[in-house]
């Protein structure tokens, strides 16, 4: 049960790309892709993760008590954010592809240029 | 490449990376046995250094300070692409506005305390940021939201203000900026980009951390005002003429 956390970091991280690699909609793509990127909240905050720990915030539980690492948790904020950036990107993308040949099929769109 | 060649070629692949991900999981340590220095550092000095009761943002705006100047870059450059990517210029997106608003009075009137419900919590988020849980990132994004239902339950008109560029545009510089001027200042003091300038105050109030509060409330008004951005731009984009039967007058 130890590895479980891992496993399904992988797993959301797979599934995640089989789903971006075939996907029939530019939104659908997105939510993907949101997807794949949960992978790495998973595996950011399970590597952090300290038995028994408490969150890394002293309000009420005396300094020095057992604590997950603050540092996993900083860079899973800056993840979130990140992931919220690049699906606002690819939405307005997927807006201009839809403007510009009526379809969301990312094959729907292979064909036009310029 | 159609589909049935790339799922073709999908399949060996993430074949080949699950058992890459099974051998990298099988060499680290097993769940809650973290060994890592930092984690431990950090809460055991941040505390006692900056008075400042949630580890978690102080190693946000202080100790990794800089990395938080490059995420809201990152933000900042995000809205600036969706907004060029988005930007109307043959004016062929011109759809009638619904001026209209919701029928029901019940669903208005829940609406109406989410709005203010949110925009107590988010405020509450961004302001003790870095005392209990929270912070001007999440905090920022739920005030966004809160406003956001706003549009849902009331109308363009109702909703105008907070699409308006000419006040949005200059608060998202204050927000992006201010965090630069902060780490600035103490340039001009002789120390280091991002120092830590001001006193901590007392452990666990408002007056703690020093510099760390600012950049938190800057962070707050960066974030807030990009999601306001972002939904501005969409909304400007998708918004369709309603049938006269879905709404009231």
Known sequence: MSYLPYAVAAWLFLVGLAGVATSKNLIHLAVCLTVTQSASYVLLLTVGYVKHGNAPIFKGIPLGAPAVDPVVQALTLTDVVVSVVVVALILALALDAHRLSGTVDPDGIADISG | ?249
């Open chain 2, 1 to 249: 490449m159609t589909r049935r060649v790339r799922i073709a070629l999908l399949a060996p692949a993430l074949l080949g990376l699950g058992t890459l991900f099974a051998w990298a999981i099988a060499g680290l340590p097993p769940f809650g046995e973290y060994r890592g220095p930092y984690g431990f550092v950090l809460n055991q000095i941040v505390v006692p250094l900056r008075h400042t009761t949630n580890v978690v943002m102080a190693t946000t705006f202080d100790v990794r300070g800089i990395d938080t100047m490059g995420e809201e870059f990152i933000l900042y450059a995000s809205v600036l692409g969706v907004t060029l990517l988005l930007r109307d210029e043959t004016g062929a997106r011109q759809v009638e506005r619904n001026t209209r608003r919701l029928r029901d009075d019940t669903v208005r009137l829940v609406g109406v305390l989410m709005v203010g419900g949110g925009l107590l919590v988010g405020l509450w988020l961004v302001a003790f940021g870095y005392i209990t849980p929270g912070g001007g990132f999440p905090g920022g994004v739920v005030l966004a939201g809160a406003i956001l239902v706003l549009y849902l339950i009331g109308s363009h008109r109702d909703y105008r203000p907070f699409r308006n560029e000419h006040v949005l545009d200059p608060l998202e510089g204050i927000g992006t900026g201010g965090y630069v001027v902060v780490g600035l200042a103490a340039l001009v003091g002789g120390l280091a980009f991002l120092t830590n300038l001001f006193g901590f105050g007392q452990t666990g109030t408002l007056a703690s951390g020093g510099s760390i509060g600012i950049l938190n409330a800057a962070a707050g008004i960066a974030v807030t005002i990009a999601m306001l951005l972002l939904f501005a731009e969409f909304l400007e984009t998708y918004v369709v003429p309603l049938e006269p039967e879905d709404v009231g007058s």
